[in-house]
Nanobody, 124 residues
C-alpha cells in the first residue's frame, strides 16, 4: 500500500519560514514526478510546486516562485518544500502528491497518490 505522510506544518507569523517534508513508503518513488498542493477553506486545491523524478527540474506557481524551494532526496524517499516570506493568505492544508509517471503536471487530477495533508497557518 502506498503512503505519503506530510509533516512540518504549524503556526507561523507573516514573513516567517517553514519546511514541509513528505515521506513516501510502500514503494519507491525515485521515478515519479511529485508535487505540493494546498487547499484553503472554501477554495479549490491549487498547485504550489513540483519536482522532476531526478530532482533537477522544478516547477512553481506564480505565487510560490522566488519564495518557495522544492527538493527531493530519492535515497530517503522524501520530498521537501521550504517556504519563505509566508503570507496570511497562504494559510491552508498543504498536500504532498505523486504521479504514476515521471512526466510533469500541475493539475491535481493528474496525481494518483496523496498524503493527508499538514496544516499551515500564517498569522498577520
Amino acid at each position: 500500500q502506498v503512503q505519503l505522510v506530510e509533516s512540518g506544518g504549524g503556526l507561523m507569523q507573516t514573513g516567517g519560514s517553514l519546511r514541509l517534508s513528505c515521506v513516501a513508503s510502500g514503494r519507491t518513488f525515485c521515478r515519479n514526478h511529485m508535487g505540493w498542493f494546498r487547499q484553503a477553506p472554501g477554495k479549490e486545491r491549487e498547485f504550489v510546486a513540483a519536482v522532476s523524478w531526478t530532482g533537477s527540474t522544478t516547477y512553481y506557481s506564480d505565487s510560490a516562485k522566488g519564495r518557495f524551494i522544492i527538493s527531493r532526496d530519492n535515497a530517503k524517499n522524501t520530498m521537501f518544500l521550504r517556504m519563505n516570506s509566508l503570507k496570511p493568505g497562504e494559510t491552508a492544508v498543504y498536500y504532498c502528491a505523486a504521479r504514476q509517471t515521471p512526466y510533469a503536471a500541475s493539475s491535481p487530477a493528474d496525481y494518483s497518490y496523496w498524503g493527508h495533508g499538514t496544516q499551515v497557518t500564517v498569522s498577520s
